[in-house]
Structure formats: structure tokens, C-alpha cells
């Protein structure tokens, strides 16, 4: 059975880089891999998506080695209003149903002063 | 561009009421979602919907139901409510496919219900 795995929690300090890292073993062909963060009482918000390699934008870096079965979410110099749950997806890349899509649990990332 | 929004915020039933849930999308997007999440158990996808008129399975399909028959619209139905069901429910838009590769889901406020 496919699993999204990442760690339940995440400590970190300003200014400091972090990393999430997300397990996906079963990943196929086809699939991509999606970050997303949610804030308290809020739905959650497309972060970054990427296939292979490095993908980076203006919040974050997606490193997805070659074999894709794990991918590494970082976040440079957070900051306090980075304290968020942020999720890992995979999700197929094909129109049409039998959509798969499997999320992670969510790292719930503290920032510290 | 209001985006995603959904109707209503709260909701209080009791076990054995129905209800709809209502989301609305202004991006013309083609999929659109429902999810519930619950502590400690993340999203979990419950029905879908790839175009006006088709609805799909997902992960939690049981003990709702669902109707697309506008394009911009998605309904979620409870037609006899349960304790189990308290949850936030999420709806979400997307197109097919995006610049990156596939489709990126934009999220509604989400729905906080309690069955007692």
C-alpha cells in the first residue's frame, strides 16, 4: 500500500534553515510531489511541487534525489510566522479519475525566538 | 477573485439530521475535492470530482454523498448524521495539470462541524 511518511514534529529557531523530509517509497511513474502548509483554522496552501532533482521558488527548495522515493522540503532562515503544519503529497500527474493523491500525516513545525 | 469558499463555517447537528455542504469556485477550475481532517489523522480524501456531472470514490466515501452539477459548484450531503462525521471538512479546486507538472489544489476556509 502506498505511504507518505514525515516526521510528526519539528523544532527550530529564527534565522535557522530547515529541512523536512518525506518518505515515499511506493512512488510511480507518474506521480509528482507536492508540499503544502497549513496555518490554525485555515485550509492549506500549495507550497512548492517538483519530479526530480531541485526545484526552488521564492519560499522554499524541493530536493528530490534520483531514485524519488524521499523528498526534502527546505525552508531558509524561517522565521516566527513560519510556525505551520506542512504536508507532503503525492499526487498523480494524469487527468481523469482514479486520481491518486496520498498525503502525509503533516510535520507541525515550531519556530522559536 | 474570491477563490474557494464554503457555506457555512460551523455547524452543530444531532445524530440522525442531514445536511449539505456547499462549495463555490470562481477560478474555473475542473477538479474539485472534499476532505475532512481529524487530529492526528491529516486529510483524508472523501469524494471527487473531475468535471461537471462525474463524482469519484476516495479514501473515506462512506456515509456521504455528493453532486457537481454546476462546474463551479460542490455539494457534500449527510443524510443521516453521526458522532463519527464531527470533523473540518476542506473542499478544493485545481486544474488538470499545472506549469509544474500536476495539478495544484487551492483550498476553501473549511467547514467545522459537530454531530452530538
Known amino acids: 500500500l502506498a505511504k507518505t511518511t514525515q516526521p510528526i514534529s519539528m523544532d527550530s529557531y529564527e534565522g535557522q534553515e530547515v529541512n523536512i523530509t518525506c518518505s515515499h517509497n511506493?512512488?510511480?511513474?507518474?506521480?509528482?510531489i507536492t508540499w503544502y502548509q497549513q496555518f490554525p483554522s485555515q485550509g492549506p496552501r500549495f507550497i512548492i511541487q517538483?519530479?526530480?532533482?531541485?526545484v526552488t521558488n521564492e519560499v522554499a527548495s524541493l530536493f528530490i534525489p534520483a531514485d524519488r522515493k524521499s523528498s526534502t522540503l527546505s525552508l531558509p532562515r524561517v522565521s516566527l510566522s513560519d510556525t505551520a503544519v506542512y504536508y507532503c503529497l503525492v499526487v498523480t500527474s494524469y487527468a481523469g479519475n482514479n486520481r491518486k493523491l496520498i498525503w502525509g500525516l503533516g510535520t507541525s513545525l515550531a519556530v522559536n525566538p | 477573485n474570491a477563490g474557494v469558499t464554503q457555506t457555512p463555517k460551523f455547524r452543530v447537528l444531532k445524530t440522525g439530521q442531514s445536511m449539505t455542504l456547499l462549495c463555490a469556485q470562481d477560478?474555473?477550475?475542473?477538479?474539485m475535492y472534499w476532505y475532512r481532517q481529524d487530529p492526528g489523522m491529516g486529510l483524508r480524501l472523501i469524494h471527487y470530482?473531475?468535471?461537471?456531472?462525474?463524482?469519484a470514490k476516495g479514501e473515506v466515501p462512506d456515509g456521504y454523498n455528493v453532486s457537481r452539477l454546476k462546474k463551479q459548484n460542490f455539494l457534500l450531503g449527510l443524510e443521516s448524521a453521526a458522532p463519527s462525521q464531527t470533523s473540518v471538512y476542506f473542499c478544493?479546486?485545481?486544474?488538470?495539470?499545472?506549469?509544474?507538472?500536476?495539478?495544484?489544489?487551492?483550498f476553501g476556509p473549511g467547514t467545522r462541524l459537530t454531530v452530538l
Open positions: 511506493n512512488i510511480a511513474t507518474n506521480d509528482y
Open positions: 470530482s473531475v468535471g461537471e456531472g462525474t463524482t
Open positions: 517538483g519530479y526530480k532533482t531541485k
Open positions: 477560478m474555473n477550475h475542473e477538479y
Open positions: 478544493a479546486s485545481s486544474y488538470p495539470f499545472s506549469l509544474a507538472g500536476a495539478d495544484t489544489q487551492y
